[in-house]
């Protein structure tokens, strides 16, 4: 009998996507959430808490693979080092674990909180897979709905994004999951690189509105930083769909 992949964050943007992925090819599935859910048609979930180490043990027993997706604004790094200390004990065959691009090079707490992750999965001694990922359609629509409140819209210099489908994310998770682990493989962006503005003018556009835009300047190492491209990942293979084709169906209210 085949054991279960354990999934954290499972019912998250990714989650959500990979969990009937992993079910499609026939794998059964332990989900650890914060909150108690009943289990059913080939997933079972755990209540348990990362960051506050609760709950980790239980999750762990008996699994070969564990496909780490949970994360935050904050603590990854703490949460990761927890979950990699009961993996350890439980003889893991298989850590994986989905990161983002630039987390070693940009300057924020988060991409270094994203980086001490990195650091914990790499040093576990366990067979390991890491994906590092550009940021999704789902958190840029977010970012462009707040600042389309604003009467004007500031627009920060040399900040480009490449936002990735979080679909395609998912898929590639699934394949890497379900193959050897691989260590530190290729980036996943989007298809196209934007700036903040394009990214703007799309959302307004899809949804009837004009805003004024404010050039401004990100100052510190951060803004020198996202002025050199560390948050991007240029020249290699690169998702499909692009953020035009994200609004295009419905997203962008």
């Known amino acids: 009998m085949t054991s279960p992949i354990l999934v954290t964050g499972g019912?998250?943007?990714?989650?959500?996507?990979?969990?009937?992925?992993?079910?499609?090819?026939?794998?059964?599935i332990r989900v650890l959430s914060r909150h108690s859910r009943e289990s059913g048609d080939g997933v079972?979930?755990?209540?348990?808490?990362?960051?506050e180490g609760t709950g980790i043990e239980a999750a762990v027993h008996g699994v070969e693979t564990v496909l780490h997706l949970a994360g935050g604004p904050k603590g990854d790094?703490?949460?990761?080092?927890?979950?990699?200390?009961?993996?350890?004990?439980?003889?893991?065959?298989?850590?994986?674990?989905?990161?983002?691009?630039?987390?070693?090079?940009?300057?924020l707490g988060w991409f270094a909180s994203k980086a001490g992750a990195e650091r914990a999965v790499a040093e576990s001694g366990l067979p390991w897979t890491t994906l590092r990922a550009a940021q999704f359609h789902e958190l840029v629509l977010s970012m462009m709905s707040k600042v389309a409140r604003l009467p004007v819209i500031p627009?920060?210099?040399?900040?480009?994004?490449?936002?990735?489908?979080?679909?395609?994310?998912?898929?590639?998770?699934?394949?890497?999951?379900l193959a050897p682990p691989a260590g530190l493989?290729?980036?996943?962006?989007?298809p196209t690189t934007y700036g903040m503005a394009d990214l703007a003018r799309g959302y307004l556009r899809v949804n009837g509105k004009h805003r004024l835009m404010l050039p401004v300047r990100l100052p510190g190492k951060a803004g020198r930083a996202y002025r050199a491209g560390e948050n991007l990942s240029l020249?290699?293979?690169?998702?499909?769909?692009?953020w035009e084709d994200f609004l295009a169906v419905g997203q962008g209210s």
């Open 11 to 28: 019912t998250g943007t990714l989650g959500r996507q990979v969990v009937p992925l992993l079910r499609a090819a026939g794998r059964d």
């Open 44 to 51: 079972e979930y755990v209540a348990g808490d990362l960051f």
């Open 77 to 107: 790094d703490v949460a990761t080092r927890n979950l990699v200390a009961a993996a350890s004990a439980a003889a893991v065959q298989h850590l994986v674990y989905i990161s983002v691009i630039g987390a070693d090079r940009v300057p």
């Open 155 to 177: 627009v920060p210099g040399g900040l480009r994004f490449q936002p990735v489908d979080s679909g395609e994310v998912a898929a590639r998770l699934v394949e890497l999951t």
């Open 185 to 190: 493989v290729a980036d996943l962006p989007g």
């Open 235 to 242: 020249g290699g293979t690169t998702g499909k769909r692009t």
